[in-house]
């Protein structure tokens, strides 16, 4: 069994460990991997993707953690179940818990402090709650 996965490496792309729980995720709801898939090991899809190890092993804890996968010291990384609606959902909280630690780190690099910051958001989030379309940073 393949495991096709890529990486997006963009500054705008959310965290790697995030895109890899995301696709493996989504690999599993549409049946591509079936529980009792066995998964590549942390080392071995590390160096497929040419990403940090650690950034895998996240990736791996996290599906773990919401008991779509299940690691067994020395026999390796399986598929255990496909996402009910509560795993799903824990799994789209932590990938957004990732994109918004992205967020704060971007804006501190770019010298912001909160303020401007949540003011953004705020902007940005009433607009998705009118339905529309995202305000361009200047709009604030």
């Known amino acids: 069994m ?3 996965l890529t990486v997006d490496f963009g500054a705008s792309a ?7 729980v ?5 690999q599993v709801r549409s049946g ?8 590549p090991t942390v080392r071995q899809l590390a160096a497929q993707l040419r990403i940090n190890f650690n950034t895998v092993a996240r990736a791996y804890r996290l599906l773990d953690q ?6 067994q010291q020395g026999r390796g990384t399986y598929i255990v179940s ?12 932590e990938r957004l818990i990732g994109l ?21 958001f705020e902007r940005q989030l009433q607009d998705w709650e009118d339905g529309e379309p995202p305000s361009p940073p200047h709009a604030v």
């Not at 959310?14 to 890899?20: E, F, G, M, R, T």
Request: with cysteine; hydrophobic share 40%.
């Open 2 to 4: 393949a495991l096709l």
């Open 14 to 20: 959310p965290p790697v460990y995030a895109q890899l």
């Open 22 to 26: 995301e696709q493996i995720e989504q």
């Open 32 to 39: 591509a991997l079936r529980p009792g898939d066995q998964l």
């Open 66 to 71: 919401a008991g779509l996968i299940s690691t």
């Open 82 to 93: 496909t996402p009910d609606a509560q795993t799903a959902q824990q799994l789209r909280r």
């Open 100 to 120: 918004l630690q992205q967020c704060v780190s971007e804006a501190r690099r770019l010298g912001m402090d909160a303020q401007e910051l949540r003011a953004l």
